[in-house]
């Protein structure tokens, strides 16, 4: 670890070089500006909704854990899920030619993330991603967001992390309010909600629309291509980057009897987006200018259907024993659709398609926790399986392509004939099952030990069924109240999605589990004023999923990440809080047949500031900084090669004006304020500058 340690502060101070002048730039900048803007407002007690949260009784720290509640999110004003974890320095947010933003923790994937909301799976049945906008943060009431090792309750899954979001809940009285904020290139976004709670019952509800016709691109970019090409992009709209989210929520909970607890929660969402094309031109294949860069697709997803519903209850058999049982069912539905050009009107071109896809996932969570009095031991046993389907139909122009494109000698590229067109029609399940036992134990000299163990099992289609264990061992020592440190081990394990097993151009159904084993050590210290919390981390990853040169699924990589997080938080005074973070990455791919040991869009380094500073008892600024170190980027054609995107910084500000008698907020603010030309994937332009303004009221 301490080789580990040495070699990313080492790395980091090298490559700080290059980054210098811009972050000192925006650091000077986000100063002139003071700094963030928390509500300090008395407003009622509010916490989340009571059942669907699978209790991890973790009273010592074991791990990296992030938590963001609402006055973070309202902070930063935060819209959906991805801008709401922006500030945590293990994790990045990418947005390339899927046209939704992919969330990295610890330089593993989205589809490594567990995403539950109230224990429900939103991961996609499909590839094992998800799109953290359509999970609105006017109804999240606090996220818990555990990196690396977690708890073997959770199930399989979560090689990365455990990303779990409880929705808001359990009002004291009643609680009601409206939001309405526009903003640049027609962006509106407007909710409500309103919310009971007294001893026995507990009702939330809540409904929300976010619009845009797309979003500004920076004044600084310079497209490489000329305006003859269909995939063209000005320093205007970005193009096809419109996207509409309508979500609704509802959740209610009874105390029945002293020990029986019941409730439901639904939501449902509907939506479309497009998916800005690469801007650059392609390399070989189509006029071989940019060996770096995707092909253009002209990619839109409408008539976007999801709901959600989770039944479930918990009962405290005494003081000591209780237990806990959901049953859940979440299903999405959209129309993909890929047309030929910019044009978004045809379906003639090789590889254009139609389809209507359908996810779901269904199944159940039991838990029983309980407290052994007599050696102070807590003990958690949990049974989780759920079923995964992915359904598909529609058609693909399937043209042999070749040479001239109206069909000579070489074969066309269009689909002149019904013939040329494939008809899909893909309908397949998984079923997933876990058991796991978790133990807390403390012993003298204030030491802790967590030891956990699960088995996972894997049913496939042709009976091919897989198995493996995961297990996580913690060693906590709290020297006194303010000071402790940790070191753990875990070993997770994610099973193969439905596209990797049956995908029919790659698919391989011999897959089984991937594993990953995760070692950490950490401090946590706490001053007068000052919090902070360091850990080292190193990841070894075994049976990585990816394609192969024959573009089939294979479990073929092995991957070492290393690094280091850093956060703080300090009270400078009684009206100024600073909060920062620093993350440094070291990822290696060590697969025997690796062309490459850089692995791509995994940034050295990442650092944060955040701070809130209270002007007086009605006015407020918040402002935030965020530099995403380089990264590199492959060749398509030749993994051997690769080139670095350039580091960026973000600045955001906000002004906050609170209502008198605390009945609510206007506020006014720039996100981009220095209006950076910046990439998180190449050949993906990001927004510039933008501005907005909003209103918040609140009744009680």
């Known amino acids: 670890m301490k080789n580990t340690l040495s070699a990313l502060l080492c790395d980091y101070r090298y490559s700080s070089e290059n980054i210098t002048k811009p ?13 963030s803007a928390a509500i300090q407002a008395d407003t009622p007690s509010e916490d989340v ?14 791990a990296s854990n992030y938590r963001i509640d609402r006055a973070d999110m309202e902070r930063i004003s935060a819209r959906s899920l991805d801008e709401a974890i922006s500030l945590v320095p293990s994790l990045n947010v990418r947005n390339g030619a899927d046209g939704t933003p992919r969330i990295d923790i610890r330089g593993l994937r989205t589809r490594q993330i567990k995403l539950l909301v109230n224990g429900v799976p939103f991961n996609s049945t499909f590839d094992g991603q998800f799109d953290p906008t359509l999970i609105p943060t006017f109804g999240i009431g606090r996220i818990d967001l555990k990196a690396g090792g977690s708890s073997v309750l959770y199930g399989d899954g979560g090689m990365g992390g455990v990303m779990d979001i409880q929705t808001r809940g359990q009002f004291n009285g009643f609680r009601s309010g409206v939001k309405a904020e526009l903003g640049s290139d027609h962006f509106w976004h407007s909710n409500a909600f309103a919310g009971y709670g007294d001893e026995n019952n507990d009702l939330f509800m809540a409904a929300g629309i976010r619009s845009r016709d797309g979003f500004p691109i920076s004044d600084d970019f310079d497209s490489p291509i000329g305006r003859d090409n269909d995939n ?126 359908e996810t779901d996932i269904h199944g159940f969570h039991a838990q029983v926790d309980g407290f052994i009095a007599s050696t102070n031991t807590e003990i958690g046993f949990s049974v989780d399986r759920r079923n995964e389907a992915f359904e598909s139909e529609g058609i693909r122009c399937d043209a042999s392509g070749g040479g001239g494109g109206g069909g000579g000698g070489g074969g066309s590229s269009t689909c002149d004939a019904a ?65 402790s440190v940790y070191g753990s081990f875990s070993r997770k394990v994610d099973s193969p999605t439905i596209r990797q097993l049956y995908d029919e151009e790659g698919g391989n159904e011999t897959l ?109 600024i918040a402002a935030n900084l965020i530099h995403i170190g380089s990264q590199a980027y492959f060749n398509r054609d030749d993994e051997s090669e690769h080139k670095d995107l350039a580091s960026y910084q973000l600045v955001a500000t906000k002004l906050n004006y609170r209502l008198a008698g605390d009945s609510g907020q206007v506020y006014v603010g720039i996100e981009n304020l220095l209006d950076e030309d910046y990439q998180t994937s190449y050949g993906f332009p990001q927004a510039g500058r933008f501005l907005y303004t909003g209103i918040n009221l609140n009744w009680h």
């Open 23 to 35: 972050l000192i730039t925006s650091a000077v900048s986000l100063l002139a500006l003071s700094v």
């Open 49 to 62: 909704y009571p059942l669907g949260q699978i209790v991890v009784r973790e009273n010592v720290e074991t």
């Open 232 to 357: 063209f992009q000005d320093t205007d709209e970005r193009n096809n980057s419109d996207y509409r989210r309508e979500n609704y929520l509802l959740s209610y909970n009874r105390q029945v009897t002293e020990k029986l607890n019941l409730g439901i929660f639904l939501s449902h969402l509907q939506g479309e987006y497009g998916q800005p094309p690469s801007a650059f031109l392609p390399g070989p294949g189509n006029n071989r200018i940019d060996p770096f860069a995707n092909n253009p697709n002209y990619q839109r997803t409408e008539e976007q259907r999801g709901t959600t519903i989770q039944i479930g209850g918990d009962y405290a058999f005494n003081d000591s024993w209780g237990a806990k049982l959901w049953f859940f069912n979440n299903e999405l539905e959209e129309n993909e659709l890929r047309f030929d050009d910019a044009h978004f009107n045809s379906f003639i071109q090789r590889g254009s398609r139609n389809l209507d896809n």
């Open 419 to 483: 013939s040329d067109f494939a008809s899909i029609d893909i309908d397949e399940d998984i079923d997933i099952e876990s058991y796991g036992v978790e133990i807390i134990q403390p012993f003298p000299y204030e030491l802790t030990a967590i030891a956990g163990i699960a088995h996972h099992k894997l049913d496939k289609a042709n009976g091919n069924d897989e198995s493996e264990q995961s297990a996580r061992f913690v060693l906590s020592k709290a020297f006194n109240p303010d000071t």
């Open 512 to 620: 089984g589990f991937q594993k990953a084993n995760h070692l950490e050590l950490g401090l946590n210290q706490h001053w007068d004023k000052i919090d902070l919390n360091l850990a080292l981390y190193r990841t070894k990853v075994f049976d990585f999923i990816e394609r192969d040169s024959d573009r089939v699924f294979e479990s073929r990589q092995e991957l070492t990440i290393e690094g280091v997080d850093l956060t703080a938080a300090i009270q400078a005074t009684e009206r100024l809080t600073v909060r920062a973070g620093l993350g440094l990455l070291n990822a290696k791919d060590e697969s025997s047949d690796a062309l490459s040991s850089t692995l791509q869009y995994r940034p050295k380094n990442k650092f944060t500031l955040d701070a809130d500073y209270l002007i007086n008892e009605r006015w407020s």
